[in-house]
């Protein structure tokens, strides 16, 4: 056997493979999107509203279709909830220590938080169909919302909590003993990095989709350039973090992580942000769904080059 | 409370009878790979290759011949769980279905995993793996069951070259040095010991003899806990979020009159 090159080659592969893929990507999404929903409320201007609004419907369902993706890539499914109440004491099961641990309870707060402003941002927009609902609807659901008080504790926690959802999975992936995960104590900076960029991509198209013509969408537009600009030097900062790990990385993966996160994800829509500006179009829409396909393919190389070895 | 518990594995006594595996699949009731079919692995006589969820004993062949086979020597290893003393997987398992038993050892309780498998990416050694037929991690339990009512692990009890030792690790650890002591008065330098002493991960209490290097017998020269980079990874998650939050409130935020 050569030698390795570090003592994390002896480790074995957990097999996580597509759901926890996606469910990086989606938690992601939600804890941005979430995020930038509650910067917009606590701090935008207030014809930027429908902008948040945008942030709180993306946040809730990518929410449940996160718990859900998690319970499918457990090997028994229907003993989800051992991660939150202990099986033989009924007691709550808390490991601080234990991102795994962590996250599965802040997933549940940050699911309250998302359910609150989501139903806020229906009853603002005068969406609520349901006549039970619409009982409770003035002034009930709008009190979750900023600039009421309540509403403003809830964009406050929530948006923290959204933040370590974005965040977290990357230290769940440090918090073991795999290649790459483990030898670099960086994922978690650039999975947060990631998740804003791909998130205000991803409200750059929802908001161009609905025709919504808002100043806060050309802030949105230089906000992601310069987070898709922090995401590339954190990704430096984790290859020279790697040293001779790096060789996992000389393959496929490697080549996979160079042209479609770095290449077609990143510089890229870099490049035709910047000639967009220059040209004076403000709506340009392709560097967005390039910076979604560039965070994808991130958690896709992440994942599965440490998952190959 | 019962003194803490162990294997001393003397690799240079095993002879790669397999006796160990075999015991251990007949008390724990470990199915075998494929239904039973002969599945070689064609490039070594070690057909197992792994530890995972039904294989909890591996006897390791690592077969050192250089390829016009003039000469080499087999090194044999009964490889299994360490029951570390800082144990990784006991670390992270999120559901508590890992546990550390009266007798010091580590112990996945299968009515509790839910196959989260966080444990499998947490063990240094590779140790831990889904038993297909439970769907939870599985590992040597070190016959927890069988320590219970008084009796020594199947495997060590089956070993006919006590190569596996089973004991107090006070005990095996005196028993170990000894033996490190006699190879080398008799000229075999080279003999140390593996995760006795409790510089690695607290101890190990399954430790071993080794004629050569760690890696030649895939171990890892240098195990690591898994939360090594849990507040060193966090204080750099909440640099990002710092710098995330500031430049959003910068260029979201309402700007007033200065904008108009």
């Known amino acids: 056997m050569n030698a390795a090159p570090s003592s994390t080659w002896f480790s074995d592969a957990p097999h996580w493979q597509w759901y926890i893929v996606f469910y990086f990507f989606i938690g992601g999404l939600a804890g941005g999107c979430y995020f930038l929903a509650a910067v917009i409320d606590l701090f935008g201007r207030r014809v930027d509203r429908p902008l948040a609004r945008l942030g709180y419907y993306v946040a809730f369902p990518a929410v449940l279709v996160s718990g859900l993706l998690l319970t499918l890539d457990l090997s028994r499914p229907l003993r989800f909830w051992h991660m939150l109440i202990e099986r033989n004491t009924f007691q709550p099961m808390f490991k601080p220590w234990s991102p795994m641990s962590i996250g599965s309870w802040a997933l549940l707060f940050f699911g309250a938080f998302t359910f609150m402003s989501f139903l806020a941002a229906l009853a603002d927009d005068d969406r609520v169909r349901s006549p039970l609902l619409r009982r409770f609807q003035r002034p009930g659901f709008r009190v979750l919302r900023a600039p009421s008080t309540i509403g403003r504790i809830v964009a406050v926690l929530g948006g923290v909590a959204g933040f370590y959802i974005a965040g977290y999975t990357g230290i769940l992936l440090a918090v073991t003993n795999r290649p790459i995960w483990s030898d670099t104590p960086l994922l978690g900076m650039l999975f947060l990095a990631s998740a804003a960029s791909t998130s205000a991509a991803l409200l750059i198209l929802l908001a161009q989709r609905a025709n919504r013509q808002l100043p806060g969408l050309a802030d949105l537009h230089r906000f992601d350039d310069w987070m898709i600009v922090l995401e590339l030097l954190v990704l430096g900062a984790v290859l020279w973090s790697l040293g001779p790990v790096l060789q996992a990385w000389l393959n496929a993966w490697g080549v996979l992580l160079v042209l479609g996160v770095v290449g077609l994800g990143s510089i890229v829509p870099l490049t035709l942000s910047f000639r967009a500006r220059r040209a004076g179009l403000a709506h340009v829409t392709t560097p967005a769904v390039l910076v979604l396909i560039g965070g994808l393919l991130l958690r896709v190389v992440i994942v599965f080059s440490s998952e190959s070895v | 409370m019962p003194e803490p518990m162990g294997f001393y594995t003397d690799t240079t006594v095993c002879i790669g009878c397999k006796a160990c595996e075999v015991a251990c699949k007949e008390w724990n009731q470990l ?15 070690d057909n197992t290759r792994q530890l995972d969820g039904m294989h909890w004993r591996h006897v390791k062949f690592v077969e050192q011949f250089p390829d016009d086979r003039t000469d080499g020597r087999w090194l044999l290893m009964s490889d299994v769980c360490k029951h570390c003393v800082q144990a ?18 580590v112990v996945i309780q299968s009515n509790t995993c839910n196959g989260c498998r966080d444990c499998i990416a947490a063990c240094p050694f590779g140790v831990i793996d889904i038993n297909p037929v439970s769907n939870t991690a599985q590992k040597c339990t070190l016959c927890y069951d069988r320590l219970q009512g008084g009796l020594e692990p199947a495997c060590s009890k089956a070993c006919p070259t006590q190569s596996i030792q089973f004991g107090t690790i006070s005990d095996l650890r005196k028993r170990a040095q000894a033996r490190v002591d006699q190879l080398h008065n008799a000229g075999e330098d080279q003999a140390y010991l593996y995760g006795a002493d409790d510089k690695m991960l607290g101890g190990l209490n399954s430790f071993y003899l080794l004629v050569d290097k760690p890696d030649v017998y895939g171990l890892p020269p240098d195990p690591k806990m898994p939360t090594r980079n849990l507040v060193t990874g966090s204080v750099y998650a909440v640099l990002g979020a710092i710098m995330v939050g500031l430049a959003s409130i910068f260029h979201l935020r309402d700007r007033g009159a200065a904008e108009q």
Do not use: H, K, M, Q
């Open chain 2, 31 to 45: 199915p075998s790979t494929n239904g039973g079919a002969n599945t070689l692995s064609g490039d070594s006589y």
């Open chain 2, 88 to 105: 990784g997987c006991l670390e992270v398992c999120p559901t508590g279905a890992i546990i550390r038993t009266e007798f010091d050892t």
